[in-house]
């Protein structure tokens, strides 16, 4: 048996966060071309479901910029905007990228000072290869600490209506 003391358990965090990124589940990401109008951005985006961003790649994949939900609300929402108007009007240029071999607290610390919410992965030519999500980390973690998570005490304030079975 595991010991899942909290001395264990912050013993055994470095580990997992210094693990690579390969080891993360990864998302394919929207993509698009440069010249893509606005528009059409926005409905991928709205289409994807899930995909809170898309990703301005050339034709042999290589990442340009990405246009998030954050830059739509904040440059377009409340304002007379063209939304015939290419991509690269409201993109941002070189985002930060992660590659495969980094370790997942580069992630984290991404996600966290850098408020990304879809953190791009790139290899060395900087092709985009996937998308990592906040989910993501926490399944991995969720992986990396199962006791820890199934033998969580139960939380003071929560109460049970009837008790267990009835």
């Known amino acids: 048996m595991t010991d899942i003391t909290e001395r264990a358990v912050a013993a055994r965090v ?19 071309r440069p010249g893509t109008s606005l528009k059409d951005c926005i409905a991928r985006i709205q289409a994807g479901g899930t995909g809170d961003s898309v990703f301005v790649t050339d034709a042999d994949g290589t990442l340009r910029g990405v246009l998030t939900e954050r830059d739509i609300f904040a440059q377009l929402v ?74 969580l005490p139960p939380r003071p304030h929560q109460r049970m209506r009837e008790s267990e079975g009835a």
């Open 14 to 32: 470095p580990s997992v966060a210094d693990e690579h990124i390969k080891v993360l589940a990864r998302r394919d990401p929207i993509t698009v």
């Open 78 to 151: 409340g304002r007379d905007v063209d939304l015939t108007l290419p991509v690269e009007s409201l993109m941002k240029e070189h985002p930060w990228t992660l590659k495969l071999d980094q370790p997942v607290r580069h992630v984290i610390d991404l996600m966290q000072t850098g408020r990304y919410r879809n953190v791009p992965l790139v290899d060395d030519r900087g092709r985009l290869l996937g998308v990592i999500r906040p989910v993501d980390v926490l399944k991995y973690l969720a992986e990396a600490f199962p006791e820890e998570l199934l033998n």
